[in-house]
């Protein structure tokens, strides 16, 4: 009698045991994040140390609601090609109903995509990139109702240059554009052409600047003959080495001119690579400093960076913490649409059309609302460099960005 | 022709002038290499990154002054080709010049995967800051650092013609490369002077290499300059020290003239193709190149 | 003080060129070799200074000495610094992209004293004539005077022990002539030569002793003065002998049979 009581007591037990890990035997939550970890704009792991930091803490703490992600990580070396193979590959292996969000980090590969993902697999896709073209006016949530951009279009980020050099030129300024012959370099110029337009600050050169070049005399040279004294880098990163050569090219010839640049290009690395030809850069930034740690957001990347045991390796801050900004923002919204008992893939869709969030105080506090499928938050740096210093047993240029205007909601602030 | 656009072409052709004295430098590199031994060093863009970093951790790394810098890293890179010459290419001696040339090749990804090993693959910011030179007259403007980058680039060569043609060790090597046979049955060490050859070619490369970092930052892929050599050897003569200069300026020249007139029409990055299609122009006509092997032949 | 000892040599692993071959070459003295094409004089010159490497032969048995040291398998570059001893190659060996006097430079680069200068002018003693022609790139000097810079090249290396593969070669009479009497003005200042020849007569006129190799092999040895009387070293080298004419009815014994073999 005795012994059978104590089997059934162990069996009890034993189901009792189960039955909370049963919850984790609910269907997974898989989500495909794919960014440019290496190639053609440069060796960049810190995207991939950020996300799996962020899901590494995210999991720890309890995931989705007690529900862990399952994420997967791909390199998609800055193609397109590779990253569309990515993600046709992930949508045909995994069901519908567990894998429900995607993220990718180029322009090029939205195209491809837009009847698979806003048609077939109807599955929100989160992009690094800022394509006029998709989230622009003649695009947004109406013809691609699945597509967010995690940052503000480049026709956005251009409008701001403009009009910052119509202030700093009393109207006077003369602008040449270099720009990649890529979907993502050409993405922005009819806009920018319209909006140039509009303000009356004339386009005076138009240089195709490619990645493979080994020498920028020719395009420097002709933007010297065109005159004009701002010129627009755009469609590059600050890495690779095509950066730093027309960095110098443009310092040595065009003395007197005032070098800009959008996004992607303007940041720290820039210093890091160009040295003292990118002192007195200005550059328009959907996000804030990585170093300005009176941020929330950027203060929680920093110790997540030192928890993580990732300080020394980190090149370019900037990217550790994007990589952190996409966990963050799957966890979120996978988050609403749980609570909302909706975890599939309209119910996430539906969290992030309704989002408006502060991003962990990414902007200096000030929220955004995500109607538009864009993060329109635009801030205005200028570089400064200041002489060498030693950092580690090396001589390394050091320089700060400092911000020269406030955050912009291009949604609501842009004329 | 009027006058602005006069001085646009002085502009043009002094930037091609400038730069293709440090095409010239490669060539010779590749050039005294070819005569001693009959093969192209394919891994000369290697040659060329290995070259700068080294230059690198003697002038960024270890601070010391660019008149002190500039000999050492020079003299480790040329150590480094006489080692790379002992792994790589002594043990191929009597066998054919294709075999060595084919493993310079192989050379070339070894290398580039070793650079990517020791230091990343980022970019590296790299400025001399060296006083500057520029001239600028008007809307002529030439910067210090493509001045820089001509002047060393021909003071090094002449240190090497010197090194060549007034020296014994240069007597040495001439000969050797004329004939290994009869050299070594004079008593000429056939190959200690390859030895030689090697080292003096990757000291040239490596100061080639260094004016071509500064025009931007440091990187393994800065190595891709060096195929400018290819078209500057094959026009000048694979044998010709001489051709290797002019070659150089001649591929200087092109460029800086497609660049400036004929890519503004839309032809972006043709510069980079203008000096092959030139090549087989200038192959058609005298498939030796322009200065390639005059033979004495006794009839 | 040279001597060679049951040499056996081989190219390629595969084709046998000598086939045992013992000679001595004494000290001061001129040793002659001769033999026809192919007997294999230049293999064994090329075996004895060292050179075997760089055409892919091999010794396979046999040694070479230089008094009492061995110096099979020394490299070239060994042999002339250690053992003072230079072959002078086949088919005049000059560079000739290299002026006269880079040449004479080029040959003493194993050297490091001071002396290349005098040593020099040494050389343009013997050869008056290389001296008007010092600056000339070699290659345009007509075949006597290469000649004679290879010869005067050898000297820059201060030999005590020079091989010779026939200097006459493809030279005019006179020429011959004129280097056999250097030859031999070298010999009595006390160089020892090992002279390589296919002018048979010329080379034993000025020689001590004779060899002459066939088939890889020494057929016969001597003197050189004997070697100049016999008779089938006159009838298959020197040209001479065949007593009679021989009429076409006899053709099938035309050619005399030698009788070392």
């Known amino acids: ?415 | 022709m009027e006058w602005e656009e006069m001085i646009d072409l002085i502009q043009t052709l002094g930037a091609g002038l400038l730069i293709g004295c440090v095409y010239g430098l490669l060539g010779l590199g590749i050039v005294i290499i070819f005569r001693a031994s009959e093969a192209f060093n394919f891994a000369i863009g290697e040659f060329l990154v290995v070259g700068s970093f080294l230059f690198y951790i003697f002038f960024f790394d270890l601070h010391l002054p660019f008149l002190l810098a500039l000999p050492l890293g020079v003299l480790a890179a040329g150590a480094m080709g006489a080692l790379i010459e002992r792994l790589a290419i002594k043990p191929l001696l009597g066998r054919s010049a294709l075999s060595m040339t084919i493993i310079t090749l192989g050379l070339a990804s070894v290398i580039r995967s070793s650079v990517q090993l020791i230091f990343g693959a980022h970019s590296y910011s790299f400025s001399l800051e060296l006083p500057d030179i520029s001239l600028e007259f008007g809307t002529l403007l030439f910067p210090s650092e493509r001045i820089w980058a001509g002047l060393l680039s021909v003071i090094a060569f002449g240190f090497i013609l010197f090194f060549l043609f007034r020296t014994r060790w240069g007597v040495a090597i001439r000969a050797t490369s004329e004939s290994q046979s009869k050299a070594m049955a004079f008593g000429i060490d056939a190959r200690f002077i390859l030895l030689m050859v090697w080292a003096l070619s990757s000291m040239s490369i490596a100061v080639a290499g260094v004016m071509i970092s500064n025009f931007g930052a440091l990187s393994y892929l800065t190595g891709i300059a060096g195929f400018r050599a290819i078209p500057v050897v094959l026009i000048g003569g694979m044998d010709s020290i001489g051709g290797a200069l002019i070659g150089g300026l001649i591929v200087g020249l092109c460029e800086a003239l497609i660049g400036s007139y004929v890519e503004p029409l839309g032809l972006v990055g043709f510069k980079d193709v203008a000096p092959y299609l030139l090549l087989l122009i200038v192959l058609f006509i005298r498939p030796y190149g322009l200065f390639g092997t005059v033979r004495i032949e006794r009839v | ?261």
């Open chain 3, 1 to 261: 003080m040279l001597s060679v000892e049951n040499l056996r040599v081989v190219y390629h692993d595969v084709i046998s060129i000598l086939n045992g071959v013992s000679l001595k070459a004494a000290a001061k003295e001129i040793c002659v070799i001769i033999g026809a094409n192919g007997a294999g004089k230049t293999t064994l010159l090329r075996a004895v200074s060292g050179m075997l490497d760089l055409y892919e032969g091999d010794v396979i048995e046999g040694d070479i000495k230089v008094g009492d040291s061995s110096i099979q398998g020394l490299d070239s570059t060994d042999i002339i610094k250690r053992f003072g001893l230079t072959y002078v190659m086949e088919d005049r060996p000059v560079f000739w992209y290299l002026t006269i006097e880079e040449n004479l430079a080029a040959a003493a680069y194993s050297r490091w004293d001071g002396a290349v200068k005098g040593d020099m002018e040494k050389v343009f003693s013997y050869f008056p004539v290389l001296r008007n022609l010092r600056s000339q790139k070699a290659g345009y000097t007509s075949g006597g005077e290469q000649q004679m810079l290879a010869i005067g090249m050898s000297l820059m290396t201060r030999p005590k022990i020079v091989l010779f593969d026939e200097p006459s070669l493809g030279l005019a009479p006179l020429i011959t002539e004129e280097l056999f009497h250097i030859i031999e003005r070298l010999n009595q200042e006390g160089l020892t030569v090992v002279l390589v020849e296919q002018n048979a007569h010329a080379a034993l006129s000025i020689g001590h002793r004779g060899y002459v190799l066939e088939n890889g092999r020494v057929v016969l040895e001597g003197p050189a003065a004997a070697l100049l009387e016999n008779e089938d070293v006159r009838e298959f080298y020197l040209g001479a002998g065949g007593k009679e004419r021989r009429s076409y009815q006899d053709a099938k014994r035309y050619k005399r049979r030698k009788r070392w073999l």
């Open chain 1, 1 to 415: 009698m005795k012994k059978r009581l104590l089997i059934i007591g162990i069996m009890l037990l034993g189901i009792v045991l189960i039955f909370p890990s049963a919850a984790s035997f609910a269907k997974p939550i898989k989500v495909l994040a794919q960014f440019p970890m290496s190639g053609p704009v440069g060796t960049l792991p810190e995207f991939g140390w950020g996300f799996i930091d962020g899901m590494d803490y995210i999991n720890g703490r309890g995931g989705v609601n007690g529900k862990p992600i399952t994420y997967f990580l791909e390199d998609m070396r800055y193609s397109p090609t590779v990253e569309v193979a990515n993600f046709m590959r992930y949508a045909a292996a995994e069901k519908r109903d567990e894998f429900l969000m995607a993220s990718g980090y180029i322009t090029g590969g939205l195209k491809p995509l837009i009847e698979k993902v806003n048609k077939e697999e109807r599955i929100p896709w989160l992009d690094g990139s800022y394509s006029t073209e998709i989230f622009g006016p003649e695009g947004g949530p109406s013809k691609y109702p699945y597509y967010y951009s995690l940052g503000a279009t480049y026709g956005d980020q251009m409008k701001v240059l403009l009009n910052w050099i119509k202030e700093d030129s009393g109207g006077k300024g003369r602008v040449g554009i270099v720009y990649s012959p890529t979907e993502w370099g050409r993405d922005p110029l009819e806009v920018t052409r319209a909006h140039s337009k509009k303000i009356g600050l004339p386009i005076v050169a138009e240089e195709e600047y490619a990645y493979t070049a080994t020498d920028a005399t020719p395009q420097v040279t002709n933007i010297r003959k065109a005159k004009a004294d701002y010129v627009i880098y755009h469609g590059y990163s600050a890495a690779p080495t095509h950066t730093a050569i027309f960095m110098k090219t443009a310092r040595q010839y065009l003395k007197k001119a005032t070098l800009l640049g959008t996004h992607y290009t303007s940041g720290p690395y820039l210093i890091l690579t160009c040295g003292k030809a990118a002192d007195g850069m200005v550059g328009v930034l959907c996000r804030p400093q990585s170093d300005d740690l009176t941020n929330p957001m950027v203060k929680m990347s920093h110790d997540f960076a030192a928890k993580y045991k990732r300080t020394d390796g980190i090149k370019d801050f900037f990217l550790y913490m994007e990589g952190l900004t996409y966990t963050l923002i799957f966890h979120e919204v996978l988050s609403r649409a749980d609570k909302a008992g909706e975890l599939t893939r309209e119910g996430v869709k539906k969290a992030l059309d309704n989002l408006v969030w502060d991003y962990h105080g990414l902007f200096a506090g000030r929220g955004f609302s995500y109607k538009s499928h864009t993060i329109p938050m635009v801030r205005v740096y200028r570089c400064k460099v200041e002489k060498e210093v030693e950092k580690a047993g090396k001589k390394v240029a050091v320089g700060t960005w400092t911000a020269i205007s406030p955050w912009i909601n291009a949604d609501i602030e842009l004329k």
